[in-house]
């Protein structure tokens, strides 16, 4: 189970992301896998990735500023990532956690 902000997180990497990095962020023929990718990342530098887009060796990531899917949910988004490619979660549609209080308290928004 997890909490509610990794929830809403793969609730919208799935519905904005996986299209093109795959259901489980392992990638596709034409976008990286987030493992590698968000290796060592910190969240300064994803939101500027989410935001501005990025042009690597694969394609273009599209900026997703002013995108109302995805935007208002950025933190919940990196939490989601940050837990599935540091395998704190496994991949796939994560169980919801009923109550705050059994959300482990570095998840917990401050």
């Known amino acids: 189970k997890v909490s509610k902000d990794i929830y809403i997180g ?3 990497f799935n519905g904005n992301c996986a299209r ?5 962020a392992a ?3 034409f976008a990286p896998s987030l493992f590698e990718r968000m290796d060592g990342m910190v969240e300064p530098a994803f939101n500027a990735v989410i935001t501005g887009g990025l042009q690597g060796q694969m394609g273009v990531m599209p900026a997703f500023k002013g995108d109302g899917n995805v935007m208002p949910y950025l933190d919940e988004l990196w939490a989601y990532l940050h837990a599935l ?3 704190q979660i496994p ?3 994560p169980e919801e956690m009923e109550t705050q209080a059994q959300v482990p308290e570095y998840l917990r928004k401050k």
């Not at 093109?20 to 489980?24: I, R, V």
């Open 10 to 12: 793969w609730r919208t």
């Open 20 to 24: 093109c990095h795959g259901e489980t």
């Open 85 to 87: 490619t540091t395998k």
């Open 27 to 29: 990638g596709s023929t």
């Open 91 to 93: 991949p796939g549609r």
